[in-house]
């Protein structure tokens, strides 16, 4: 439940037809600061994220989503 697996070609499902873009796959428990490492230091991508290393990445992503929602 912490894995972090790369995609150099992702395309979403049901969106058949548009470019591949690199990706990550981020399970739940996965905690930020390792996400950050395997995705930027690692594999050389950007990632968007927050500050807080111990955070998990499932409750970072809710409460933006929250706040984004509730500004709406």
Known sequence: MHDITLHDAFVAEGCAGTAPRQAATIEAGALWL????????????????????????????RKRWVRELLND
Do not use: D, E
């Open 34 to 61: 390792p996400t950050c490492n395997a995705v930027t230091t690692k594999a050389g991508r950007y990632v968007q994220g927050g500050g807080c290393t111990t955070v998990g990445v499932a409750g970072l992503i």
